[in-house]
């Protein structure tokens, strides 16, 4: 008589604001949903932020990424009372208060601080989601 077979099943609930990998793919991520452009015209950027700028009227982010490629990323401020409301922390909603997760002082990244910065290639703005170290 043949030995019983034990099947195990993993799930994984990802929600729809957490950074996710594809299914077919686990070296693909899943954009958030707040990225509102087509898969064929967005690119994202993963890795460690080597240089920040946060000024009154835009962002400025060089991410030495995970790809070996160093890329800039612009984000300007024109239409936001508040700079947070255009970030995600981790996939979720930034809030004023995470600026101290990601920021020693204004304009003053912390060391280790990474991004997912989502371009699309159509002018909309980008969606940067950082990814501060863990404590």
Request: charged residues 20%.
């Amino acid at each position: 008589m043949p030995a019983p077979s034990i099947k195990i099943s993993f799930l994984v609930l990802l929600l729809p604001s957490q950074t996710a990998f594809a299914e077919d793919n686990p070296s693909r991520l899943i954009p958030p949903a707040r990225v509102d452009c087509s898969y064929d015209h967005l690119t994202s950027y993963t890795g460690k932020v080597v240089e920040y700028q946060r000024m009154a009227d835009h962002t400025e982010l060089h991410i030495a990424t995970d790809w070996g490629t160093l890329e800039t990323v612009r984000l300007p401020h024109t239409k936001q009372k508040d700079s947070a409301a255009l970030y995600l922390i981790e996939g979720k909603t930034f809030e004023p208060s995470d600026w101290q997760r990601v920021e020693i002082s204004p304009g003053r990244l912390q060391q280790g601080v990474r991004a997912a910065a989502w371009v699309c290639s159509d002018n909309q703005l980008p969606v940067i989601d950082w990814l501060p170290p863990k404590e």
